[in-house]
């Protein structure tokens, strides 16, 4: 039986910065990066390290190797792979709302084995928008799935989530920290965990499609707004209310008619947004464009002035935006407003002469001057002055490329503004592709093959260097650096050692799967209070020394630590369930009613699938 280990002045200092790093999270009166640096304050000044790996975490693999799938994963949105994929599940499962949630909680999944949770949340949160709008789901009955298959899915590969990013790391240093026999622990591949993942994936689905969707809440959410609200610019400008998608008979009397003719019909207080024929796109329409059967009309009013203007017309009014939807959706497109500067060199020109449809890609609906309103024919004369309020419908990008324009002032601030690049999609995959590749069956590193996939995504284009920067999440990276020499100090200090000898868990009486039950309960709680990464460092060590010491295999108890340590269903304070809470409109109730039965399965899988694969 090995010796006792008696309690050191040094092993209660740690224990006193382990307790204080934990009330300190619990507490939310400090952030968890800013705690993870006081604790590195601490352990410089009580000298429980030296110097020289005080900041080891900084230069450690896992935090270059979090930093690269952070910039990875924002090449991949940007190039516009989110469109590409609502357009696909949509095709797969249109107008089925189960067999679209199903799609959705696949692809979830799988990007999230390359992706971190919030990454790929990140990008179908937006997939999520176009699909709401055009088949008229709450996005409360698919957010949810979306961030627990995300989670799910991050078990897939080891670089799916942080804790396994940083588990190859915490294995390495096992023969120093924990016993020299560990010097030789057997890294995990990229591919090592799949079919504990895959496990893990299919049973969560199978369980949110069965049994969540009773407890999910059924109550529309509040759709995204963005740009000038419809009620100031029908009060302003007289022009306003909903978006209608008409199609045009073959028998319509406005076949052959020009679009200036057709606004002719039209109530002053509608109007044309876009045409689309075919593969032909008019948007904005130019007024010189002809209608043709079969053609589809995007235009804006009242309900009841549209219909009864189609009825007129022999038009078809369908019951939502098809053709429209995401050309048409607040994220892509809304009203807005300029003003004419005192400086602008327009002034005294005509507004025609400006072509702002064929310059810009605005649409003037109308000009407010004064107490008066100009719309419909009146525009053509309107000769510009100092102050004049320009009422538009256009797409965000086209209106971010605007406000360089001095001759103007864009008044209108609330809106998406970010640009995609879908030129750079071939470039982003490449790049995604020759990483996997390289982790796969190049012999390198698995933070080297990152690093060139997030380098490529910079050098072609996908994403600028400020881009890059801002896409990665600094305060995970500050965790990570901030937590990985507390790990380091348990274990100089034997602290590990003492916890170890004193757990409960270590009872020789007690079966392999109850140590490992405990294991992952352990590392659950852990991960709720110090984030799957503090779990993480602070708890495989432990987890190495008890398996040491029970004649287990380590690295399957350390691998039990890292997948548990992303069990976080429970709450909405895990990042990928944060970011939904807001626009699914869910309770901190929703998530325990629907993420308790995920939680239990969770481990239950998890602990079936290590054991069936990874057995001796």
């Given at each position: ?136 789901i709450p996005k409360s009955r698919l957010l949810m799935p979306v961030a627990f298959c995300s989670i799910l899915g991050g078990t897939l590969t080891m670089i799916g989530s942080s804790p396994l990013i940083l588990l190859n790391s915490l294995l390495k240093n096992a023969g120093h920290y924990v016993d020299p026999s560990m010097a030789g622990l057997k890294p995990f591949h990229l591919f090592s965990v799949f079919p504990v993942g895959l496990m893990i994936l299919l049973v969560g689905i199978g369980y949110l499609i069965l ?202 601030t609330s809106y998406p503004r970010e640009e995609m690049r879908p030129k750079k999609v071939a470039h982003a995959l490449s790049f995604f592709i020759l990483s996997i590749l390289l982790i796969v069956w190049g012999n390198f590193p698995v933070s080297v093959a990152l690093l060139l996939g997030a380098a490529g995504m910079i050098a072609t284009g996908v994403l600028t260097i400020d881009e890059a920067y801002a896409s990665v999440s600094w305060k995970n990276v500050f965790l990570i650096a901030g937590l990985i020499p507390l ?130």
């Open positions: 039986m090995a010796p006792e280990i008696t309690l050191t002045f040094d092993m209660a200092l740690v224990l006193g910065i382990i307790v204080f790093t934990v009330l300190l999270t619990l507490s939310n009166v400090i952030r968890v990066d800013v705690v993870a640096v006081l604790v590195l304050v601490v352990l410089g000044i009580t000298r429980l390290l030296p110097p020289e790996q005080l900041f080891s975490g900084f230069s450690n693999d896992a935090v270059m190797s979090l930093i690269s799938v952070m910039i990875i994963g924002a090449g991949l949105e940007k190039s516009g792979i989110a469109l590409r994929i609502a357009r696909w599940i949509l095709k797969l499962g249109r107008e089925r709302p189960n067999k679209i949630n199903i799609f959705l909680m696949f692809s979830s999944g799988f990007l999230s084995a390359f992706m971190r949770s919030l990454g790929t949340v990140a990008l179908l949160l937006p997939v999520v928008t176009k699909i709401t709008v055009r088949t008229g049994f969540a969707r009773r407890l999910l809440p059924k109550e529309p959410i509040q759709t995204y707004s963005s740009g000038t609200t419809k009620t100031h610019f029908l009060k302003t400008y007289g022009k306003g209310g909903d978006i209608f998608e008409l199609k045009v008979r073959g028998s319509s009397n406005i076949i052959g008619l020009t679009l200036k003719e057709i606004e002719l019909k039209l109530d002053l207080s509608s109007s044309v947004l876009a045409v689309v024929y075919g593969k032909e796109i008019h948007f904005p329409p130019l007024r010189k464009i002809m209608i043709a059967s079969g053609a589809f009309i995007a235009m804006m009013g009242h309900k009841e002035t549209v219909a009864a203007f189609a009825e007129q017309n022999g038009l078809i009014l369908e019951p939502r935006l098809n053709v429209f939807s995401e050309m048409l959706h607040p994220i892509r497109a809304g009203l807005c407003e300029a003003v004419v500067p005192p400086s602008s060199q327009l002034i005294g020109l005509e507004l025609k002469e400006l072509h702002m449809k064929r310059t810009h890609a605005l649409h003037v609906l109308a000009v407010y001057r004064g107490q008066t309103v100009y719309q419909g024919e009146d525009l053509n004369a309107l000769v510009l002055r100092s102050g004049d309020t320009l009422g538009m419908f256009c797409r965000w990008e086209a209106l971010a490329a605007f406000h360089k324009n001095p001759d103007f002032v864009v008044v209108t790990g380091l100090v348990m274990q100089s200090t034997h602290t590990t050692d003492w916890l170890t000898q004193h757990a409960s868990l270590l009872d020789r009486d007690l079966s392999n799967s109850v140590i490992q039950l405990g294991l992952a309960f352990l590392s659950t709680v852990f991960g709720y209070v110090l984030s799957g990464i503090g779990a993480t460092i602070v708890l495989v060590p432990i987890a190495l020394e008890l398996a040491f010491n029970v004649g287990a295999d380590p690295r399957m108890y350390a691998l039990i630590v890292a997948i548990s340590a992303s069990n976080a269903f429970l709450l909405p304070t895990q990042q990928a369930n944060a970011l939904i809470a807001g626009p699914g409109g869910y309770r901190t109730k929703d998530f325990l009613k629907v993420g308790g039965g995920m939680t239990i399965l969770y481990w239950a899988v998890m602990l079936i699938s290590i054991n069936l694969w990874f057995s001796k």
